[in-house]
């Protein structure tokens, strides 16, 4: 359904109930493998060393077709407020909350693989609407990426993270923002990069959970702290990337098992948000299984399996080497997250670092982990950001 006013619709998602019936059908006849050879008294990650257990995954596919609702997830997006536009040829879908505050300044969130929008649902009120008079207050984009979510399928090469930032800039203007505020982490997290750099004159500052240093830096004035974290990152992209290879190279081969498969896509999803979170034995530790549910079902009855693992096929190891950003900057880098850039080579790329933080908690997922702390420190950093125009 859509309401046309200008060149933003109005929309409303709604599954048919045959569409959902379909999915419980196929969940009941699924056809699942032995157990995973590690020891039986294996306990924590090593559970999960040969990938998603087992019985967890039978214990989430239980629930998803008995217990999972749907039906609430459509209702928060439509409260929320969804709206589609076309940009370049391209549909783009996204979530618009506007703040009553007069004071609100826009602000642009975007997502990566495996997320979607799911991930910031639950978070845009406080957002637009804080509790305290003292927190900043925002106007809240937050879009799907093209072949993501209720976006449109690219049916053609180019849409990698330079074209989609552009697009970002376009979407903002369209709704009136011509200066706004940028937050992204993972695929999100390039963008925002892209945006700070490449868009000075319509980005206000950013917030990220992903920097991204340039390439060929030393380590010998790293603290040993700061070396650990280049080791973490270098072992997880030389022994645990896997997954990106296959997206990047043969993200069409994948897809058909994404897009046929509810249980081949909720384990491999599943299979990341378990090992890129600040947990040991299960996601569901810091994560319900409702959240991560609702992610799950929308690649599913959207179909975006395939569609969406070419962002990796379209932009893997792409951002520009030479790119610079100028523009203020809040950086805040989980402990558990896969990549764990060093300060002192974030000020590489980002030149106006207004606020640095290293959170106790949290990984690669902190509005799902850590949503309160994700909130506040968002404020925090955004705030330093603002601060640093005046």
């Keep these: 359904m859509s309401r046309s006013t200008s060149d933003v619709q109005a929309f409303a998602a709604r599954a048919t109930d045959a569409e959902l019936d379909d999915l419980r059908a196929r969940l009941a006849a699924a056809r699942l493998p032995e157990a995973e050879t590690v020891p039986r008294a294996a306990s924590g990650r090593r559970r999960w060393e040969q990938g998603v257990p087992l019985a967890d995954l039978v214990d989430v596919v239980a629930y998803w077709r008995t217990g999972y609702d749907w039906r609430a997830f459509e209702t928060r997006l439509h409260r929320i407020g969804q709206f589609r536009t076309t940009v370049d040829d391209l549909g783009i879908h996204f979530l618009h909350r506007r703040s009553t505050r007069a004071d609100a300044t826009p602000l642009l969130l975007t997502h990566g693989w495996p997320g979607s929008v799911a ?166 530790e810091t994560m319900s299984m409702d959240r991560i549910l609702d992610d799950v079902t929308l690649y599913w009855l959207t179909r975006t399996g395939a569609s969406a693992a070419r962002i990796y096929y379209e932009s893997h190891n792409s951002l520009d080497p030479e790119l610079r950003v100028d523009v203020p900057s809040a950086i805040s880098v989980y402990p558990r997250d896969i990549e764990k850039c060093p300060r002192p080579w974030a000020q590489e790329r980002y030149r106006q670092i207004v606020r640095w933080r290293t959170p106790e908690t949290g990984g690669h997922f902190p509005s799902l982990e850590v949503p309160e702390y994700f909130v506040k420190d968002l404020q925090e950093g955004l705030a330093a950001v603002l601060a640093a125009h005046r």
């Design 119 to 284: 991930e910031f649902t639950h978070v845009l009120d406080e957002l637009a609407e804080p509790d305290s008079a003292d927190a900043p207050a925002f106007h809240v984009v937050a879009p799907s990426l093209p072949g993501f979510g209720y976006s449109d399928k690219p049916a053609t090469t180019g849409w990698g993270t330079e074209k989609i930032a552009a697009a970002w800039v376009q979407l903002m203007e369209r709704l009136g923002y011509s200066r706004f505020l940028a937050h992204g982490g993972d695929w999100g997290g390039v963008i925002t990069t892209i945006l700070g750099g490449r868009f000075p004159h319509h980005v206000l500052g950013i917030h990220t959970t992903l920097a991204q240093a340039p390439p060929g830096l030393p380590t010998d004035r790293l603290t040993a702290a700061e070396r650990r974290w280049t080791e973490e990152t270098h072992d997880f992209w030389h022994h645990r990337e896997a997954y990106a290879k296959q997206q990047a190279t043969r993200p069409q081969t994948i897809g058909y098992a994404l897009v046929d498969s509810p249980v081949g896509l909720l384990a491999w999803i599943l299979d990341k948000f378990a090992e890129w979170s600040d947990t040991e034995g299960s996601p569901f």
